[in-house]
């Protein structure tokens, strides 16, 4: 069954801007973080950025703090990855999950990804 349902991404030229979105309408199990994480084939996957506490914390990777922001929207129970600056290294897909801190092996929920690509 899926709960998470990613969508909006695409492609993008270097320099250029996208926002993700996660539709978690249906999730309704208690959680402390929704987070954001992505994965380039053969490697492992990596967290993103993560907002938690009802949305009173952020939490962001080094290689996109100051150029990816993570937001949610309550009242259409909707998470947002803005991502500006993009780089081609940015390159990946992208899953939501509900969790914990940006370590993956602390979700236990996930979407199914959408994918991201960045041209330089």
């Known amino acids: 069954q899926v709960q998470l349902v990613e969508s909006g991404g695409g492609s993008v030229q270097a320099g250029g801007s996208l926002r993700v979105s996660c539709d978690a309408s249906?999730?309704?199990?208690?959680?402390?973080?929704m987070g954001w994480f992505r994965q380039v084939p053969g490697k492992e996957r990596e967290g993103v950025a993560a907002i938690c506490t009802g949305g009173g914390s952020t939490y962001y990777a080094n290689s996109v703090k100051g150029r990816f922001t993570v937001s949610q929207d309550n009242a259409k129970n909707t998470v947002y990855l803005q991502m500006n600056s993009l780089k081609p290294e940015d390159t990946a897909m992208y899953y939501c999950?509900?969790?914990?801190?940006?370590?993956?092996?602390?979700?236990?929920?996930w979407g199914q990804g959408t994918q991201v690509t960045v041209s330089s």
């Open positions: 249906r999730y309704t199990y208690s959680h402390n973080c």
């Open positions: 999950a509900a969790g914990d801190g940006l370590d993956p092996m602390r979700y236990n929920y």
